[in-house]
């Protein structure tokens, strides 16, 4: 998936951090980072702890992050960051831009999932046609979170040695946790059939071993905001209606008239509809609290 063409206006930026405190400022000696959604800038909280000051651009949980426009006051936060963390793979080339110095200490999470999977980066399409190897949405992806906390926990090191052993420390709880989600997710799905409004929790779904019955032309419409071919609508809604996937994933984020008419056929079919969002929402106390209730949800759906 790539990002959309089109930037549809700007998103109100709330001034709370990733943890829900205050914006950055210089004189509280705290290490000033500045992540692209409060996705990743909570992994780097839960790194960084109470050494670590975050600002997330993107935090607003009703909004749809493929639609966000920076302003000059990120581009400020950005230059005064001493480490700076964001998606890429084309998710948030906003944030990319904003980065204009080679000095600047960066994370980027998608270029280190190859470090972590055997495939690469592009495929060819499976056996049903599907192409799923190329998605952004990395952070369901549990081994690349990982890969992005190690490498968040050097950068930190490498601008306060003094705290490293407790960057390092904290980097080591937050994997064993992620380790606890992987087992509880994998292969829970076996047998099973998923089909999602859009495919931003992929790897989590790759991980239970369900297959992904979502038809290949109806994920790119979605995604790119283009008007779903009927057939591959209408394959979709046979899916739903006809009980042919165990579960619906939907993300709540970019929902429109075609996710929400899919939701409320999935409902009086009885197929059980499983909220999935691109940044925190409201209600959770960082990216393990989140991730392990839409695990929960998932696990539950499946067992359905």
């Not at 283009?226 to 739903?240: R, T, W």
Request: aromatic letters at 4%; glycine letters at 6%.
């Amino acid at each position: 998936m790539t990002l959309r063409n089109a930037l549809i206006g700007a998103l109100a930026v709330a001034s709370l951090t990733a943890c829900g405190t205050t914006a950055p400022s210089s004189d509280n000696g705290k290490i000033q980072v500045v992540a692209s959604t409060n996705v990743w800038g909570s992994v780097v909280k839960a790194v960084g702890g109470d050494e670590v000051e975050v600002k997330a651009l993107l935090d607003d949980p009703s909004a749809d992050p493929h639609s966000y426009e920076s302003k000059p006051a990120d581009a400020a936060l950005v230059k005064n960051a001493k480490l700076v963390v964001f998606n890429g793979g084309g998710y948030d080339d906003f944030f990319a831009k904003l980065i204009t110095s080679d000095a600047t200490k960066k994370v980027e999470a998608f270029p280190l999932r190859d470090n972590h999977h055997s495939e690469p980066a592009t495929g060819a399409p499976d056996a049903d046609g599907h192409d799923h190897s190329v998605n952004e949405h990395v952070w369901y992806d549990l081994h690349t979170v990982q890969a992005v906390a190690e490498a968040a926990a050097n950068e930190l090191g490498a601008i306060a040695p003094d705290k490293k052993t407790t960057f390092e420390k904290n980097t080591a709880d937050f994997t064993a946790k992620l380790e606890e989600l992987e087992k509880k997710v994998e292969g829970i799905g076996a047998g099973k059939k998923v089909a999602s409004t859009e495919p931003i929790a992929h790897y989590l779904v790759e991980e239970t071993g369900a297959q992904d019955a979502t038809p290949e032309e109806f994920s790119k419409a979605i995604e790119e905001e283009s008007d779903v071919p009927a057939a591959a609508l209408a394959s979709m809604n046979q899916l739903v209606e006809g009980k042919q996937v165990n579960v619906l994933v939907n993300n709540t984020q970019t929902e429109n008239q075609v996710t929400k008419g899919l939701v409320e056929k999935a409902k009086a079919a009885g197929v059980p509809v499983v909220p999935v969002t691109e940044t925190l929402p409201e209600g959770v106390t960082g990216y393990l609290d989140w991730m392990s209730k839409q695990v929960d949800a998932l696990s539950q759906a499946l067992k359905a």
